[in-house]
């Protein structure tokens, strides 16, 4: 599967770099609900905004990651919760909710007592039965240190996320920037569930 770290973006090919890439993701909420501001650790030019789209009924929520410069929305990323209480992210396309739209989904497999954490991505989005997943999320979010990576380990990273005030996302060459800064903002909501409460801003900002 060539996405996303071979020959084609999968969302826009101006966030498909031939070289090292670093990025600052910061918290920006605002009276919407959750938001953050994406700029590049190269000159701090502002690359990307994240923007509540709407809050449904506990069921879904929605975050649109938008062009900075242009406010053109790029993909849309959805929180899905089963009536047992499990619960898994989208990416879209744009703004679209179909199949068709659909560019990844990411799945929260961290175990019970287990130290740190683990999240599988789906890059078709199905992740039915005993898949395999395409990345593989580790690290420990509450530690700050995060690695996305084809196997799970440290010597097949395509990218690291790091999280103190605000999240430093480091990139390697050929990977879709707009996949892994919009896999930060699905980290964050998976440890900020509430995220329009006082409490949980104050807890991602001093980490838990």
Same mark, same amino acid.
């Given at each position: 599967?060539?996405?996303?770290?071979?020959?084609?973006?999968?969302?826009?090919?101006?966030?498909?770099?031939?070289?090292?890439?670093?990025?600052?993701?910061?918290?920006?909420?605002?009276?919407?609900?959750? $938001?953050?501001?994406?700029?590049?650790?190269?000159? $701090?030019?502002?690359?990307?905004?994240?923007?509540?789209?709407?809050?449904?009924?506990?069921?879904?929520?929605?975050?649109?990651?938008?062009?900075?410069?242009?406010?053109?929305?790029?993909?849309?990323?959805?929180?899905?919760?089963?009536?047992?209480?499990?619960?898994?992210?989208?990416?879209?396309?744009?703004?679209?909710?179909?199949?068709?739209?659909?560019?990844?989904?990411?799945?929260?497999?961290?175990?019970?007592?287990?130290?740190?954490?683990?999240?599988?991505?789906?890059?078709?989005?199905?992740?039915?039965?005993?898949?395999?997943?395409?990345?593989?999320?580790?690290?420990?979010?509450?530690?700050?240190?995060?690695?996305?990576?084809?196997?799970?380990?440290?010597?097949?990273?395509?990218?690291?996320?790091?999280?103190?005030?605000?999240?430093?996302?480091?990139?390697?060459?050929?990977?879709?920037?707009?996949?892994?800064?919009?896999?930060?903002?699905?980290?964050?909501?998976?440890?900020?569930?509430?995220?329009?409460?006082?409490?949980?801003?104050?807890?991602?900002?001093?980490?838990?």
């Amino acid at each position: 599967m060539p996405w996303p770290w071979e020959s084609k973006a999968a969302v826009d090919e101006r966030f498909y770099a031939q070289k090292p890439t670093a990025f600052t993701v910061a918290r920006a909420d605002n009276w919407r609900g959750a $938001g953050f501001n994406i700029t590049s650790s190269e000159g $701090g030019a502002a690359v990307l905004q994240v923007q509540t789209d709407h809050v449904g009924n506990g069921n879904l929520r929605s975050l649109v990651v938008l062009d900075a410069a242009s406010h053109d929305p790029l993909l849309a990323v959805e929180e899905f919760r089963s009536g047992d209480g499990l619960k898994w992210w989208e990416a879209f396309r744009g703004r679209g909710t179909s199949g068709k739209d659909r560019l990844f989904a990411a799945m929260d497999k961290t175990q019970f007592m287990q130290m740190g954490n683990t999240v599988h991505i789906f890059l078709d989005g199905d992740s039915s039965g005993d898949r395999v997943p395409d990345l593989v999320v580790s690290g420990s979010y509450s530690r700050g240190t995060m690695t996305v990576s084809r196997r799970g380990g440290d010597a097949d990273f395509v990218a690291q996320i790091r999280k103190e005030t605000n999240y430093t996302v480091w990139i390697k060459p050929g990977v879709d920037q707009t996949f892994v800064l919009a896999l930060t903002v699905i980290l964050d909501q998976m440890h900020c569930p509430y995220f329009d409460t006082p409490s949980c801003k104050n807890s991602c900002r001093h980490g838990r």
